[in-house]
């Protein structure tokens, strides 16, 4: 199973655990990340964050995303949730889990499926903070260098 979800309604990680379960009864491992919205992101306090995104083509992305973390590894199973839309500090905004046979094939392809979210999937993130001033969120140098640790 492989399931991608653009939502603004809040993801319940146990239910979503139990679902990636029940289709993965051949795996003995599952590993999971989830993010949250950081009360502080640059030297200021946040209020929220906006998130948009390009229908249909960041699902399509995250598909191919999970489809090269599947030249590499074998997984049987992958949920990507990710959340748009107004989010304020300590919601979940995202939710990656991998269900494999062995428990390197699922940190790593987790790892590497959440890397590439951050520097390919077409998210568009928006800060607003608590002293009602707002910036579009650029990509970060630190997060490209993440993923290109997968290059080797």
């Not at 999970?66 to 199973?77: G, T, Y």
Request: hydrophobic residues 40%.
């Amino acid at each position: 199973m492989i399931s991608v979800s653009i939502q603004t309604e809040p993801f319940n990680s146990l239910q979503e655990e139990r679902k990636l379960q029940a289709t993965a009864s051949d795996c003995g491992a599952m590993v999971s990340f989830k993010g949250m919205v950081r009360g502080h992101d640059q030297q200021q306090p946040l209020s929220h964050l906006y998130l948009e995104h390009f229908p249909q083509v960041t699902e399509q992305e995250i598909e191919r995303i999970i489809q090269l973390a599947q030249e590499r590894w074998h997984f049987s199973s992958c949920i990507v949730i990710h959340r748009i839309g107004k989010l304020a500090v300590g919601e979940d905004i995202v939710l990656v889990m991998v269900a494999a046979k062995h428990r390197k094939e699922a940190f790593h392809a987790t790892e590497f499926i959440m890397d590439y979210l951050k520097t390919e999937a077409p998210f568009w993130k928006k800060e607003f903070f608590q002293n009602g001033t707002s910036q579009w969120v650029v990509a970060k140098e630190s997060d490209t260098k993440q993923k290109q640790q997968w290059s080797n």
